[in-house]
């Protein structure tokens, strides 16, 4: 059975490739299997020496195994000296993993419809979740933004993608789908719904930290419940260093809190925006 307690892990790479213009996707067998919760992420290194330094925080896209030997994967986007050498890795290379780590969404509400947004490389965080959904046969649909129609995520890696109206594509170019931030589309189509579905939604959200305060802000005008997954800079990713705190209120004082540790999903209510 997969085992969901944090551990430290060598991984073997059998897959390394760029997709789309900007996207690469990192395959690699573990020794066991692992579960997670989506929007948990794992911190991930594998290049030789010790520059840089520290590994990089990597949401874990897919997991799986049986036999006594697991699967994972992680998407990420080049954006810095760590994920530029990750992108250079070939199969039959390692990688150091120290997962799962964080708090996820939390899926387990009955009778609740899921709107999950994910903007630029944030859907890495919600397609999980949209996979965790859809064999629960709950309710849900993605909003995906993106600059232009080369920086969406390829079609095969969409959950759900098969079924008309559930996802909703955002270019602020307009190359593909709604012309506009995937905001605008959430905002209007929130205008649109009865008060018995706003009732039940809940929206999850990962991406840009503007693309998040303008959902929880929309969300909280409609008392709609979101849960966001934040994307601050880490350094050990289990809470030991305090480098990665945000603002959050606590009654009517704020407090600091870890996002590799009480995160990195809080309710958008929480965060000090």
Known sequence: MPNDRTRFLTARIVRNEGRGEIFYRIEAIIPEPVRFVPGQFAMV???????????????VFRSG?????????????????????????????????TLPLGRGFDLEQEGRSYWLVGGGVGFSS????????????????????????????????????KEPGRIHLCTEDGTAGYH????DAVLERMK??????VERLVILACGP??????IA????????????????????????????VVTVWDGDQTAYRRVCREGPVFDAREVVW
């Not at 506009?180 to 905001?183: A, D, K, N, P, S």
């Open 126 to 161: 919600v397609f999980p979740a949209a996979a965790a959904l859809g064999r629960r046969r709950a309710r849900f649909e993605m909003f995906l933004g993106a600059r232009t129609r080369g920086h969406l995520p390829p079609k095969e890696w969409t959950p759900g993608g």
């Open 192 to 197: 649109g719904l009865s008060q018995e579905s």
């Open 45 to 59: 290194s594998g290049w030789p020496g010790n520059d840089p330094l520290l590994p990089r925080p990597l949401a």
């Open 217 to 244: 802000a929309a969300a909280s005008e409609r008392s709609v419940q979101a849960q966001v997954a934040l994307e601050n800079h880490m350094a050990c990713g289990f809470g030991v260093c305090w480098g990665c």
């Open 209 to 214: 930290r503007e693309m998040l305060r303008e």
């Open 180 to 183: 506009g931030r995937v905001t």
């Open 65 to 97: 195994g049986s036999k006594g030997k697991g699967k994972i994967e992680f998407v990420y986007k080049v954006v810095g000296r760590g994920t530029a050498l990750l992108s250079g890795l070939h199969p039959g290379e390692t990688l150091s993993l």
